[in-house]
């Protein structure tokens, strides 16, 4: 249902490398969480070539598992 990657210098290759590759086996969604920027990327829709939708998290925001949408979190929660 979900991939989560935490990466301080492996974030090229879980972008680049990993991501097209969970996409490509129908992952509905990963977490990418950059250790360095304080930042979560999340991607979702899920193709071929890699996943159509990426949306950038960081402090204030909010954030839900997309196969449990009632679930939330908040960017602190996971920093």
């Known amino acids: ?6 990466a301080d ?7 680049e490398v990993k991501s097209p590759l969970y996409a490509s ?3 509905p969604e990963m977490w ?5 920027k304080k930042a979560i990327e999340g991607y979702s829709q899920p193709s071929a070539s890699g996943y159509k939708q990426i949306n950038r998290y960081e402090k204030n925001d909010k954030l839900s598992i997309l ?10 929660d996971l920093f």
Request: no cysteine.
């Open 1 to 6: 249902m979900l991939i989560i990657e935490v």
């Open 9 to 15: 210098s492996t974030i090229s290759y879980d972008r």
């Open 25 to 27: 086996v129908d992952i």
């Open 32 to 36: 990418l969480f950059d250790v360095n």
């Open 67 to 76: 196969a449990f949408p009632d679930v939330t979190f908040t960017w602190e």
